[in-house]
């Protein structure tokens, strides 16, 4: 079992749909990254949290340390956020860049 | 500001054979990580390194890998002899300059090189 799970795997939306995708972890971490890949694109940083919440345009990351849990949010979701989102934590007292990466969740939006 | 950048975007290999990837990081940054993407399997870190020096190489599958940085500034990572399981996307990605008050930074991504070894 990966020490990073994400789900849904794949999500199928309407546009203008509410979505949430959900990262659990089962290791101490420091902080918790949230990526945005899209089709043949190169990763983009979305969030980097490493308590409560953040908030950028439509897209808002919580994150719970105790339940070891994070939430990524989408409201009035469109169809160019159709792409895969990625968590990925950095275990605590673990070098730097050494993150552990989920599958990802693939999303799509439909018009 | 130029982000990350990677060279090449596609690579086609025959097992056996040798490849280079390399990275330049976004200008100013300390910090340079290397990842790999297998299909079907999720990221995986390989290296970390500040400046010239390998922070952290616990990633690196093998011996057949090796990553240099000298200068501090654009990195390579070199395959030989590549075998087929070392097909996936290698990716890059730079921070900010080291603080020890800071524990953690974003990391800025680069596009990926798709390697594959037939």
């Known amino acids: 079992k990966n020490e990073v799970e994400q789900s849904p795997q794949n999500l199928t939306a309407q546009e203008g749909e509410f979505i949430t995708i959900n990262c659990s972890y089962s290791?101490?971490?420091?902080?918790l990254h949230w990526l945005q890949q899209h089709p043949g694109g190169g990763i983009v940083s979305l969030f980097m949290?490493?308590?409560g919440k953040k908030k950028h345009g439509r897209l808002i990351a919580t994150i719970n340390i105790q339940e070891k849990h994070s939430s990524l949010h989408i409201t009035a979701s469109h169809p160019r956020d159709s792409a895969v989102y990625i968590c990925?934590?950095?275990?605590?007292?673990?070098?730097?860049?050494?993150?552990?990466f989920g599958k990802g969740t693939k999303l799509s939006v439909k018009p | 500001e130029a982000g990350v950048t990677q060279f090449p975007s596609h690579s086609v290999i025959e097992k056996g054979q040798t490849v280079t990837l390399r990275c330049d990081p976004i200008?100013?940054?300390?910090?340079l990580y290397w990842y790999r993407r297998v299909m079907g399997k999720e990221i995986k870190f390989l290296l970390h390194?500040?400046?010239?020096?390998?922070?952290?190489e616990s990633g690196m599958p093998n011996n057949r890998f090796l990553a240099e940085r000298t200068g501090g500034t654009y990195s390579t990572l070199k395959v030989q002899p590549a075998e087929l399981e070392d097909s996936g996307v290698y990716f890059c990605?730079?921070?900010?300059?080291?603080?020890?008050?800071?524990?953690?930074?974003?990391?800025?991504f680069g596009p990926g090189t798709r390697l594959t070894v037939t």
């Open positions: 990605a730079s921070s900010h300059a080291r603080d020890e008050r800071i524990r953690d930074y974003e990391q800025y």
């Open positions: 290791v101490g971490i420091s902080a």
């Open positions: 949290l490493s308590s």
């Open positions: 990925a934590v950095k275990n605590y007292g673990g070098s730097q860049g050494n993150l552990i």
């Open positions: 200008s100013g940054h300390d910090n």
């Open positions: 390194f500040v400046k010239e020096s390998k922070q952290d």
